[in-house]
């Protein structure tokens, strides 16, 4: 036997909690590993990735439906004004010259929320079926889509400042949309995917591969 | 290993995840929007306008009452045709709207007289209105909309009537309604009746004020201004600053006659002002119109007659109506077929009489000013002879009507001056009575003037009273100024009759005749009784009927008249001396002429100048003198006559009798 390459092959694992590391052993069917120490959970992966990881991203994939179709915002200026979904409203950003903002609502309302549902899936995908292919390349799209994730927010941001801000009755108001609710679902939904991923299965099956060969 | 590390602790775990449901939840969540959006999707509906201006593909809304209720998802042209086609989505709780009878149209910015409207749709954009069918009708989603905002809906709760009109005059659709200039309710719309006689204009009076129509209420026409003109002056009215400028609509009930209330759809009269739609002259009106007594009146002339139009009155009241004109078969003149009002029946009788009032400028100034805007119409005056039904027509009003109570008199005067009908009666300059006419005596050498004096001011007139002329302004300009006498102004234009009545005395009559003096002088002198003498003269001069004769310059009678001789070889001149100053005249006296300036010059002498008033030497007279009491001979009798000297000799100058008047 080869002097193990991993924790896991070591059946090593730390407390999520307390960083305590315990030696794993075998854990029977119906029972759990817990911390000696703190009493946590403990688990050689995170508990069910894949699993709780497809069940985010299916119900943001869901969501993002809503989010497109509905509209986000109204803005009413002088009682004239019509709901604007996300697609219309980048459009009327661009019609109205203010480019980078365009940009800026494309990135974090439609790219960024598609890079990160893609890219998940493709993760998923390549867990699930054990692709060895580029795994540093992989990894380093986990950590984009883990860090950018959270900047879809800003869109939902902005929105919740305008809508307070800009309330000035019949003049101008700005109303959120059923679709904003729906993209705020969303972000949360991917990000809660993101974290819900675990990108050590992507080494792991290199690891099966490489005992295999 | 194992040993360099603490194992794990084993726990039992329970078996199900409850991550699936997440996913689950927003699976449902999805069915349900998409279940939502196809339960609530709307109806589609297309309407057809003949122009698409203002409207815009998923921005343009329907409103119903303001409400959103629905959007335009496309807007295409129609093939071959101008108009264009208006696809739109109706919200599911509005699709009920779609029904029969269902209008649709284009709110756009109006600006016109009476309001504005649509203001907001300047910021918004246009929108399209709906106002919904009758409730019940049959589903329908292909509509043709209007470019214009349609009446109002016949179905608000209100009332709505319709009136009939001449004319429209300056209603519009929107004019308002008022009732005491306050808005009650809105012209809705006109159009021309079935028959095209008439305009019907429709009228909504708001619910809370449906009340106020009763079947008797009158409305009248309020747009513009009234200008009510009359010699005391004009009077200007105009109901609201909105219907001055847009036309409108006014009511008002008959005091005291609340009919019962109105209901929808009642057809009224408009009428063209306020006083045309008050009781009175409604009342009249109906009564013209209604079917009366046909009489027929012959005139000369049918000038200023209409049929139909030229009304028969009596005292100011319309009491019939020309209904038709037509040529006399021996063209003699024109006959006019008149219908009386049933209550004037009883004036269709022998002796009625009938004439033409029009504009003229008489006696009492302008008279008849109003038939210049009303048209003539045709005075009667009934008669109290047997019925009848056909008459002759008067070119002028007749002489007094013998009907009238007062006093009518009549008045006998060598010339007619210039009186006319109408001219005053004045007492103490008050207007106590009137001329009625004239006519000349049977042998035409004077004038009968008929009076006719007011009942009120008939114990004014005694048998003694006399009356004289007034018309004109009477100047009496002497040396020692001029006096201007004038009566009231109209009598300076339009002549007149002044009297006044001695103390005493019976009461005039009926029909009795009085002397008319020239003025106020002669009709006082006469109660001065004269002596009357006679001069013979060779030539009249300057002398003339009225110059004076005096006595030591004071003025004791006067000329009454003069004629040649007979034998044409000298003037008569008949003079009247007062009756207290006769006993001046006696056998020898000597009367001469001053008329005329007499003066003698001569270097010895100087200036000599004669003696008697500048005025009797400007205007003339004559003067006499007696001579002294053993020498003045026998008083004389009436009927004397003397010579008339041109010049008087200094010694008649100087004589000074003594001579005892008579007692006045």
Known sequence: MKAPRTAREAHLLNCHVCNKLCFAGTTPQGSMAVCPRCGATMHLRKQDSIARTWAFLITSIILYIPANVY?????????????????????????????????????????????????????????????????????????????????????????????????FGNLAKIHAGLGARAFALVVVFTIFASMSFDPRLIWDSLGDDRKKG | MEKDFDRVEIKKKSRFSFIWVIPLVAALIGCYLVYDYYVNRGLSITIIFFSGEGLEADKTLIRFEGVEVGKVTS?????????????????????????????????????????????????????????????????????????????????????????????LGSLQSGSPVLYRQIEVGQVEEHKLAEDNKWVDVN???????????????????????????????????????????????????????????????????????????????VQEKEEVLAPGIPITIKFKTAEGIESGITVVKYKGITVGKVTEISVAEDLSGVILSVQLVEKAKGGAKEGARFWVVKPGFGAEGLSGLDTIISGRYIEARPGHG????????????????????????????????????????????????????????????????????????????????????????????????????????????????????????????????????????????????????????ERLGSLGAGKPVYYRSVQVGKITGYELADTADHVNIHVGIEKRYAPLICENTRFWNVSGIGMNFSILSGAKVKTESMEAILAGGVAFATPDNKKMGKPVSEGAVFKLYDEPKDKWLKWKPEIKLFEN
């Open chain 1, 71 to 167: 509209p986000v915002m109204t803005v009413t200026i002088l009682g004239k004004g019509e709901p604007d979904t996300i697609a219309s409203g980048v459009v009327a950003l661009i019609n109205a010259g203010m480019w980078p903002l365009a940009l800026i609502v494309f990135m974090a309302s439609i790219f960024v929320p598609l890079l990160k549902m893609l890219g998940l899936t493709v993760l998923l995908l390549s867990v699930k079926f054990k692709w060895r292919w580029r795994p540093v390349q992989r990894t380093v799209m986990y950590r984009i889509i883990e860090m950018i994730g959270r900047w879809s927010m800003v869109d939902i941001f902005m929105i919740s400042i305008l809508v307070a801000v800009v309330a």
């Open chain 2, 203 to 281: 009228l909504y009076i708001f619910e809370e004020y449906a009340g106020l129509v009763r079947t008797t209420t009158r409305f009248w026409n309020a747009g513009g201004v009234t200008v009510t003109g009359s010699l005391s002056g004009l009077k200007v009215r105009a109901e609201s600053l909105s219907a001055l400028l847009a036309g409108g609509v006014a009511f008002d009930n008959p005091p005291g006659d609340y009919g019962e209330p109105c209901e929808n759809n009642a057809v009224f009269d408009l009428y063209e002002d306020r006083e045309s739609a008050s009781a009175e002259v």
């Open chain 2, 386 to 537: 047997p019925p009848k039904s056909d008459f002759i027509g008067l070119d002028k009003p007749p002489l007094s009507d013998p009907d009238e109570p007062g006093l009518h008199i009549v008045l006998k005067a060598p010339e007619l001056g210039s009186l006319s009908p109408g001219s005053p009666v004045l007492h103490q300059q008050v207007k106590v009575g009137k001329v009625e006419g004239h006519e000349f005596t049977e042998n035409g050498d004077s004038v009968l003037i008929h009076l006719h004096i007011f009942e009120k001011f008939a114990g004014l007139v005694k048998e003694q009273t006399r009356f004289w002329n007034v018309s004109g302004i009477q100047v009496s300009a002497g040396l020692s100024g001029i006096k201007m006498r004038t009566e009231s102004l109209a009598a300076i234009i339009g002549g007149g009759v002044a009297f006044e009545t001695p103390a005493g005395g019976k009461p005039a009559r009926n029909g009795q005749v009085f002397q008319l003096y020239t003025d106020y002088e002669s009709a006082s002198a006469p109660a001065v009784e004269t002596f009357d003498i006679i001069l013979q003269a």
């Open chain 2, 75 to 167: 807007i295409e042209l129609i093939r071959g045709k101008k108009n264009v086609k208006v696809s739109a989505t109706l919200d599911k709780s509005a699709a009920y709207l779609a029904r029969q009878g269902t209008i649709f149209w284009v709110v756009k910015p109006q600006l016109s007289a009476a309001r504005i409207s649509g203001l907001e749709t300047m910021l918004t954009g246009v929108y399209i209105g709906i106002r919904p069918g009758k409730e019940g009708g049959v589903k329908k989603t292909d509509f043709v909309g209007l470019d214009k905002p349609p009446p109002a809906d016949p179905n608000r709760p209100g009332l709505h009537i319709i009136l009939r009109s001449q004319d």
